[in-house]
């Protein structure tokens, strides 16, 4: 199947930092890139919607000021949590969809994720 | 009403059992089904894909009921590492005309020797 990397693989940051999160996708180009936050115990959400060259859609209750998302190319998307708090420590993971025969019959990749700690 | 609904779980079975988890989705406008597979702290992988007509996949078959909005999978003489969580996804399309996956919480699977 398709590669989807994810960088940094974890990280720790001090409250009031800004993280950014690069997903690629390493052997296709990717019309569409998605963005999950999951907690402990949790289902992924989805958080945005992110397609090459335009605005991301977020998901309700996702505020993009705070989860800025770059889509600059169709093997390039980024996250950045800025002004992290403890509470956005989670598990962000990236998916990056190619398309097949129809609009719906679609599938996704993931990347590996990333692990963020807020102390 | 959660969008994809699954039992949590966790079920322990032994080796060898067969075990069957359900999933309910909401929208009937939904277009395709996946069955992912997540191990503790890693990314979800493709399981299967669910037709309407049934699939099987080895010791794997899921089913699709449309009418019900009904989706399951069978895991037939279960392996210590089929341990994981199964999550049930649905692609829909949102509001901005993207197909998305929506996922259930997830049934976590424990097989014991």
């Known amino acids: 199947g398709a590669v989807v990397s994810q960088h940094p693989s974890r990280v720790i940051c001090k409250s009031g930092t800004s993280v950014k999160i690069e997903c690629r996708s390493l052997?296709?180009?990717?019309?569409?890139m998605f963005w999950y936050r999951q907690f402990p115990k949790q289902s992924l959400m989805l958080m945005a919607t992110?397609?090459?060259?335009?605005?991301?859609?977020?998901e309700q209750g996702v505020e993009k000021d705070k989860f800025l998302i770059n889509h600059a190319s169709l093997t390039l998307s980024t996250l950045t949590v800025t002004s992290a708090h403890p509470e956005d420590s989670s598990f962000y993971i990236c998916?990056?969809?190619?398309?097949?025969?129809?609009?719906?019959?679609?599938?996704?990749?993931f990347g590996p994720g990333t692990r963020l700690t807020v102390l | 009403r959660k969008e994809v609904e699954q039992d949590p779980g966790p079920f322990n079975v032994p080796e060898g059992a067969t075990v069957a988890f359900n999933c309910t989705y909401s929208?009937?406008?939904?277009?395709?089904f996946f069955w992912y597979r997540q191990d503790c702290r890693k990314e979800p992988k493709l399981l299967m894909s669910?037709?309407?007509s049934g699939n099987e996949d080895g010791r794997f078959t899921a089913q699709l009921n449309r009418a019900s909005q009904y989706i399951s999978l069978l895991i037939r003489d279960s392996k210590l590492s089929d341990s994981a969580t199964y999550l049930c996804?649905?692609?829909?399309?949102?509001?901005?005309?993207?197909?998305?996956?929506?996922f259930g919480t997830g049934t976590r699977l424990k097989v014991l020797a």
């Open positions: 998916s990056a969809r190619v398309r097949l025969a129809s609009p719906a019959d679609v599938e996704q990749f």
């Open positions: 052997d296709f180009q990717a019309t569409t």
């Open positions: 996804v649905v692609n829909i399309r949102g509001t901005s005309g993207t197909y998305k996956y929506i």
């Open positions: 669910v037709y309407s």
């Open positions: 992110s397609n090459e060259g335009s605005k991301a859609t977020y």
């Open positions: 929208n009937s406008a939904s277009q395709s």
